[in-house]
């Protein structure tokens, strides 16, 4: 356990609680939610459950730069993302394009004890959220739609032919599910 002073038994513990969370962190399915008329919602319990496993109930959510949606990441999830972003090009213009959008818009929140965001008024209005909306589990993050745009989203990529073999990137040809 101790060799050369150290303790290699609380240092694989420290190594398990710091890294092994936020490897195994998966958001997952879509659900329906309600925001109040402070700019609340109830985090889905197994968002929730997720966050728990990770030990923090800190969220930072900023704005999807493709879709008029919200991006929410666990904390640690984020910081890995800004280091990333902060150290892009600062003479490319695109790169200083999406650094202003991602971490200008980039808010730190805390669910309350009864398991509810408080999102901004500049994100409810980017996102055009309203009473009714839905969040989007996507691996390491969720996302959270005004429920009408979602569905009109899906249907129309549902409608689409964007799935053709040839704008696949080339990472997915050989993808099966």
């Avoid at 032919?161 to 040809?173: G, R």
Wanted: proline share 3%; glycine share 6%.
């Amino acid at each position: 356990m101790y060799k050369s002073g150290v303790n290699y038994k609380k240092s694989g513990e420290l190594w398990v609680n710091y890294h092994l969370p936020t490897l195994l962190i998966m958001f997952r399915g879509i659900n329906t939610i309600t925001l109040d008329a402070k700019g609340r919602f109830m985090v889905p319990v197994r968002y929730r459950d997720v966050l728990c496993a990770e030990g923090s109930a800190s969220l930072v959510i900023t704005i999807d730069t493709e879709e008029l949606c919200l991006l929410a990441y666990p904390l640690a999830q984020w910081q890995i993302i800004e280091k990333k972003l902060q150290n892009l090009p600062s003479f490319d213009s695109v790169a200083r394009r999406i650094q202003r959008l991602l971490i200008g818009h980039a808010t730190d929140v805390e669910l309350d004890s009864s398991g509810r965001i408080l999102l901004p008024c500049v994100l409810r209005e980017y996102a055009k959220l309203d009473k009714h909306m839905v969040t989007i589990g996507q691996g390491n993050r969720f996302e959270i739609w005004n429920e009408m745009l979602w569905q009109q989203k899906r249907e129309h990529w549902l409608a689409e032919k964007a799935l053709q073999l040839d704008s696949l990137p080339e990472e997915m040809k050989n993808f099966s599910l």
